[in-house]
């Protein structure tokens, strides 16, 4: 329809709330929504324009696993728009043509991309829990409200949503959160860092953005996706364990877009999508945290041995021995003396049983040869 105060506006009427995602084309002007989860079921695709806003508006089916259906409205020029939901209607408007005996007016605040109208919310976004042994870089119990960002440092901040499931936040990344006003839809911002999403979605439709793209979480499914971007425009998208469901990743500087399946691990580099691999860097996600460790001490315990358990060669003779001690039980290494050679020596009281002292000072002077003995000399270095 036409109004020359409100301007044109296009009405899109779906069986069920479905949240769009909607960006401009240039060369030539146009306005793509696309509608993820919904199948076309009109038969009329082409409409012509009935304004001197648009010319033309395209229906297609643009996507079949996991359906979207794509709405192209040719413009006349580039324009301005809003948009906003009520129920099963989506409504799209136009900015109306310049007026020139009218004043200048400041432009109207840009709408946010992909998901339903975000404002502040009177319930609590996100709830910090402590579900990791490492801890979190909140503190437990607070509440988050709408628009505010996380950090977390040097540990993993787990956020428990307030419809189900959890988001991670990886050490060294922000990420701010933003409420749907109407819905339970959320929309996810970062810069460079790594985030996780570990939740269940039935209808609803999250959103993350970074510097480069617009990732798309369209219900239902499992999410449980790993998403980093660096500094030098490489964004990975890796799916975890227990993931069901796809992500639409659209170019925010062009047209171009790349379905994520359930069970693949991308790359995409300098911010573009026909720049991809799989390689996929080992740091994307969120590093486990590291195996509880218990220490335990004991200071050790010293028992006496019993002389019955030691060897022969280490008991200490007893002091009731009559028979003087033997030169094995002073250094067993040592073979006996011969009984021609052994010095007679006179026991004194010194040298009695029982007493283990040297049988000849180390300073007495050798016993005589004799022309028997045999001498050997030996040279030390």
């Known amino acids: 329809m036409k109004d020359k105060v409100a301007g044109s506006a296009i009405e899109i009427v779906t069986s069920r709330p479905v949240p769009p995602a909607l960006q401009t084309l240039p060369n030539p002007p146009r306005l793509v929504i696309d509608l993820p989860n919904a199948n076309v079921a009109v038969k009329q695709k082409e409409i012509a324009g009935k304004g001197d806003q648009f010319t033309s508006l395209h229906v ?12 192209i409205v040719d413009l006349a020029e580039a324009k301005a728009y809003t948009w906003d939901g009520a129920g099963n209607r989506l409504t799209i408007r136009l900015k109306p043509p310049d ?5 200048a007016v400041a432009p109207p605040p840009a709408q946010p991309a992909t998901v339903s109208t ?3 919310a009177a319930q609590p976004v996100v709830v910090p829990v402590a579900s990791r042994p490492t801890g979190s870089a909140v503190i437990a119990g607070s509440r988050i409200g709408n628009g505010s960002s996380i950090t977390a440092s040097a540990e993993t901040a787990v956020l428990h949503i307030a419809r189900g499931g959890e988001l991670h936040v990886c050490p060294g990344s922000t990420v701010s959160v933003t409420a749907s006003k109407n819905t339970q839809d959320l929309m996810f911002g970062m810069s460079t860092g790594t985030l996780e ?6 209808a609803a439709s999250d959103a993350v953005l970074t510097p480069d793209f617009r990732i798309l979480l369209a219900g ?10 660096n500094s030098h425009g490489d964004t990975c998208v890796r799916a975890l364990l227990g993931n069901t469901a796809s992500l639409l990743i659209s170019e925010l ?7 994520v399946k359930p069970t693949e691990q991308v790359v995409f580099h300098e911010g573009r999508i026909d720049r991809l691999s799989n390689d996929v860097p080992f740091d994307c996600g969120c590093a486990a945290p590291p195996p509880p460790v218990m220490l335990a001490s004991a200071e050790p315990v010293l028992q ?17 021995a009559t028979i003087p001690t033997p030169r094995a039980v002073l250094d067993p290494m040592l073979p006996p003396l011969p009984s021609a050679s052994r010095p007679a020596v006179a026991m004194s009281a010194s040298t009695q049983p029982g007493n283990i002292t040297a049988v000849r000072s180390e300073t007495a002077p050798p016993p005589r040869t004799k022309p028997t003995d045999i001498h050997v000399q030996i040279e030390a270095p």
Request: charged share 20%.
């Open 253 to 259: 500087m062009g047209d171009r877009t790349y379905q």
């Open 304 to 320: 006496a041995a019993p002389e019955k358990s030691l060897p022969s060669n280490v008991q200490l003779p007893s002091s009731a």
């Open 220 to 229: 239902p499914g499992d999410f449980n996706y790993a998403i980093s971007a």
């Open 118 to 120: 975000f404002g502040s």
């Open 197 to 202: 999403t570990h939740y269940h979605l039935d």
């Open 60 to 71: 297609d089916q643009f996507q079949v696993a996991p359906p979207v259906t794509r709405v």
């Open 99 to 103: 007026d020139p005996k009218a004043k």
